[in-house]
């Protein structure tokens, strides 16, 4: 009865240890088959650069014969706030069960920004510069002097030298006082170059500027340039230099033997009839050219008191026309004019010119009335045929008064004399008409006779005479441009020679004497040929050719100004300026580089922070920004993080880089297979109460301690161990039915 107590005892402690261990053994036993039978478990440790430990721990399931661990697995594990360092798989070595996950921190989405102005201005209304800055909500940008300073407009200052200000994204607009920079010139000296066909004689003169301590080297292809319009150098090799102490430079030149060009001035007759001639004009005509002058350009060219009989005509003039006769009719007529007594005795006859058309003669205009008479009808005479009497009468003229015409200075200029009566004490100057020419009266009214003379002060005339100048074009009969010219008072035409503004792109069709008509003359001009394309080499100073275009130019032209000239290569400004003569089709213009006044540092830091490479960029003087498209030495195996516009700050700008390079995981030497010998876990020790699952975590032994090896995590022994279990116990449990079975069989 004992020994069934016992064995029964027996096969109750076992089915008891049986039930409590077998379902922890079979867990253990299943764990490795948690992915299909022919698929194996990989334990993925991530690691970031920028921790010293791994961050997270995953485990995978792939194929028994997986060599690569796809994208999708590798996230499937993705501690939150990470992303993978690369965008493939990783490769998996033959028999590895643990990885190296390389990540890196999801960047923060940037936060609202805002470009705030920074208005400079002298006073509390005048902008002279703007600028802007960025601020993200919620920040604040303080901008002291110093930050201030660098944003100033170039010229200017602060007016407050220690002043800051503080911008958030709030802040609509910043106004800072600056003041005008008062620049000191240069000490500069103007020296000038004389070009001279011999030792004393001078043609032209030129002036370069040099600063104090510099040297000027002006070659021969710059001399050329300065050489007056006409002239040539006498040595074409020649070279000089130029110093602050030079007081002047000689430079012996040629003239240029120009051909006169093949001109036939050709004559335009004016006719009353087949042999009268009225007057004569010219118009040059060069060889092969042909000049129309139609009804207005002869009207403007007709003799005074004349107009066209045809006012329709029109004529062609060629270098060929020996002349031409043009008809015309007068717009006056001659009237005698016949002075008589009142008895009818003839005194003097003169004559008149009067309108064409006028029927009578007013006595007002009669100008020859006999010495000693005066006229005793006044008024209208009628015109009868081709005559008018005007009835005259002695005047009584009992003394004569000599006339001293004098200047302002009492210098005489000229005596005459004039009949008065013996009573007359006083001369009125309006009875004096013998003026010297040239002269009129300085002070007028009744000038007292003294001793039988009286003395009148005279001044030379003022010809002050304006006259309007109308360039026509005689193509459509247009006002091209109106100026003046200041002519004598009694000029009665003027000289197209005396026209010195004539305008661009026209030149003078008919030459010769306008007529004065009212206040103005018609002067008719044609278009100018523009038929001579100019080479334009740009070259430094020391002769290097940086670029050649060309410019249109007249044909007559010899020379090109420097003003005309707008495409001057970038970079680069014109060093001599003025007229450049043109030699053969080609003009040299002497350059030198514009300086840039500033270079900005362009720092690339990583996202954490580390400066990995400072380079540098020229930039316009008041460029606020660097596009990151302009960088071209970012650093190799690394990308540009954030695009854009930088800003620049104290002459210098950050910009975000990211590395472009995967490492490969290493395999640390710390950890040693030997830490984890199998006999530090004998059976006694790992009890199923001891060996709690939270005592083997993955963490204590790191996967970069054995990538590539099979791991020592004592999962194999504890399926053996449970086994082995499971075996004893049926082994038990048999012997015990056994033993009951012949224990019944005794009694």
């Known amino acids: 009865m004992r020994n069934y107590k016992s064995i029964l005892c027996l096969l109750l402690s076992l089915v008891l240890i049986f039930s409590v261990v077998f379902p922890m053994g079979a867990a253990a036993v299943e764990e490795p088959g948690a992915g299909s039978s022919g698929s194996k478990g990989i334990k993925l440790t991530y690691v970031c650069n920028d921790a010293e430990d791994p961050i997270h721990e995953a485990m995978v399931y792939v194929s028994e014969d997986a060599t690569m661990v796809q994208v999708a697995d590798l996230e499937s594990g993705m501690p939150e706030g990470y992303q993978l360092a690369q965008k493939e798989g990783l490769a998996l070595k033959p028999g590895a069960t643990e990885l190296l996950v390389w990540v890196v921190k999801t960047p923060a989405p940037a936060p609202a920004s805002k470009n705030v102005p920074i208005k400079f201005m002298t006073d509390g209304t005048t902008v002279v510069g703007t600028r802007e800055v960025t601020v993200a909500e919620g920040e604040t940008l303080t901008l002291n002097a110093a930050a201030l300073a660098v944003l100033v407009p170039e010229g200017y200052e602060l007016q407050n030298k220690d002043q800051s200000v503080n911008v958030t994204y709030n802040t609509a607009e910043v106004r800072v006082l600056v003041s005008k920079i008062e620049v000191p010139a240069p000490a500069n000296k103007n020296v000038p170059i004389k070009f001279m066909t011999d030792g004393t004689t001078v043609v032209g003169t030129r002036e370069v500027t040099v600063a104090e301590g510099e040297t000027l080297t002006l070659n021969a292809a710059a001399l050329a340039v300065l050489v007056p319009e006409g002239y040539e150098l006498q040595n ?61 350009a002869l009207a403007v060219l007709a003799p005074e008191g004349y107009e ?32 008589v007594t009142e008895d009818g005795t003839l005194v003097l006859t003169s004559e008149i010119v009067v309108d064409r058309e006028a029927g009578h003669v007013n006595t007002s205009v009669l100008t020859d009335v006999p010495y000693g008479y005066e006229i005793a009808n006044t008024g209208d005479m ?32 000229l005596t005459s004399d004039i009949l008065m009566s013996k009573e007359a004490t006083h001369v009125n100057t309006s009875l004096l008409k013998d003026v010297p020419y040239g002269y009129e009266i300085a002070v ?112 007559e032209q010899t020379s090109v100004n420097t003003s005309v000239l707008t495409d001057v290569p970038y970079g680069y400004e014109i060093a001599v300026t003025g007229d450049m003569p043109i030699e053969g089709n080609h003009i040299d213009v002497v350059v030198r580089l514009t300086p840039y006044t500033k270079s900005v540092l362009v720092n690339y830091v990583t996202e954490d922070g580390n400066c990995v490479l400072t380079s540098d960029i020229v930039m316009d003087k008041d460029a606020t920004s660097v596009n990151t498209s302009l960088l071209k030495d970012v650093p190799y195996g690394y990308a540009i993080a954030i695009t854009g516009d930088m800003p620049i700050e104290n002459g210098q700008v950050f910009v975000t880089v990211r590395s472009t390079y995967v490492p490969e995981p290493t395999v640390p030497e710390e950890t040693k ?23 083997s975590k993955p963490v204590e032994t790191k996967p970069a301690a054995t990538e590539g090896k099979t791991p020592n995590t004592g999962d194999a022994s504890h399926a053996m161990t449970w086994v082995l279990l499971l075996t004893v116990s049926a082994v038990c449990a048999v012997c015990a039915f056994f033993f009951l079975k012949k224990g019944n069989a005794n009694r």
Not at 317 to 330: C, D, F, I, M, P
Not at 675 to 685: F, L, N, Q, S, V
């Open 308 to 339: 066209l009989l045809n006012k329709d005509q029109s004529v062609k003039v060629t270098y060929n026309t020996a002349e031409v006769r043009v008809l015309v009719q007068s717009l006056t007529k001659s009237v005698l004019v016949n002075y």
């Open 444 to 555: 007028t009214g009744d000038v007292r006779i003294e001793d039988n003379t009286v003395t009148v002060v005279v001044r030379e005339k003022a010809y002050t005479k304006s006259v309007l100048v109308n360039y026509v074009n005689e193509a459509d009969n247009k006002c091209v441009l109106t100026s003046s010219i200041v002519v004598y008072m009694d000029a009665t035409s003027v000289n197209t020679a005396l026209l010195t503004d004539v305008p661009t792109g026209y030149e003078i069709a008919v030459t010769g004497d306008m007529p004065i008509e009212g206040n103005h003359i018609n002067v008719f001009v044609r278009e100018k040929t523009y038929t001579k394309s100019v080479v334009v080499n740009y070259i430094t100073e020391d002769g290097t050719l940086v670029l050649t275009s060309d410019v249109v130019v007249l044909e």
């Open 673 to 695: 297979p030997e830490e984890t010998k199998p006999e530090e876990t004998k059976p006694e020790e790992t009890k199923p109460v001891e060996t709690k699952p939270e005592e």
């Open 236 to 296: 074409k090799d020649q070279s000089v230099n130029v110093t602050y102490n030079t007081a002047e430079v000689r430079v012996l030149v040629s003239k240029i033997e120009v051909p006169a060009p093949a001109n036939k001035n050709v004559p335009i007759k004016f006719m009353t009839d087949g042999t009268t001639v009225v007057g004569t004009r010219e118009v040059t005509v060069a060889e092969g050219e042909e000049v129309v002058l139609n009804g207005a």
């Open 382 to 413: 009628s015109i009868k045929g081709n005559h008018i009497d005007v009835v005259v009468r002695e005047k009584e003229y009992t003394k004569s008064i000599v006339v001293n015409y004098v200047d302002e200075e009492g210098n005489l200029v």
